[in-house]
């Protein structure tokens, strides 16, 4: 996976070069790290420990935390260590390697929460076929399928991008490195990059957000013809609502960012899009995925009073 130039290294610009906000930023995205970590790692640890969890839409809710924990871990510390330095260099195997685990997390994550979806479909539209459609074998195998997806999605990008030929400037304006700002520094035909991000990604993202969509508008349809319980109701499509916040800010920029054309985008836009997507969402999961789940709770509860 080596490139036909004598690029060695990168410059991430970042996000600004007003050196007075920069330890502002620093403590601001700090925190926000180790919120992440903490909030999904809490999560993890109670969804393996408590057996009272280990359910289909629990192991799923683990594998989700588990992501956002290496989506966050991916990015962040690099741009964490950029906002206190003055030589802001990325080596090209490790722009690559970057690239190709942050597209491999993201298309993972973006594949699994459709799973999430069909998975509470399922729950609530079919609850006495609910075990036999979601055994551990096809929960398992489900999660199998999506993390190896987003792998070799994502090692196509790599492959592709680290062919390119870079013969002119090596200075990323972005924190981290993404695909796009690396096609503006490539010399030569990137028309075949370009295609790859628009068509391949572009429709793995409609096809999952479409799919979250059709689940949940059938769970609301069944819940309004079936459900005679205003309560029962209620809780539910407040669920729903939640957990759409959660798909709304993992989509929304993704397709923002790469169905548009390469030449049609603004940096300055794209970075302050990949934010919400690559820092803000992974801190927003936990809180919303668990903050009205009495389980989750319950189990948080009861591993403090054991640790206590």
Known sequence: MLNQTSVTEFLLLGMTDIQVLQPVLFVIFLAIYFLSL???GAILMVVISDPRLHSPMYFFLGNLSCLDICYSTVTLPKMLENLLSTHRAISFLGCMSQLHFFHFLGCTEAMLVPVM????????CKPLHYTLIMSH???IQMAVTV???GFFHALLHSVMTSRLNFCGSNHIHHFFCDVKPLLKLACGDTELNQWLLNNVTGTFAMGSFFLILL???YIII????KTHSCSMLHKALS??????????????????IYIRPTSGSSMNQ??????MYSVVTPVLNPLIYTLRNKEVKGALRRVIRRRL
Request: one cysteine or more; proline letters at 2%.
């Open 137 to 139: 074998q096809v929960c």
């Open 270 to 275: 794209d970075w302050i899009v990949a934010i």
């Open 117 to 124: 979806a069909f998975d509470r479909f399922v729950a609530i």
């Open 215 to 217: 689940s949940y508008f």
């Open 222 to 225: 069944y819940l309004f013809f």
């Open 147 to 149: 993390w190896i997806f």
């Open 38 to 40: 903490a909030g999904n």
């Open 239 to 256: 669920t729903c609502a939640s957990h759409f916040i959660v798909v709304i800010l993992l989509f929304g920029p993704i397709i923002f």
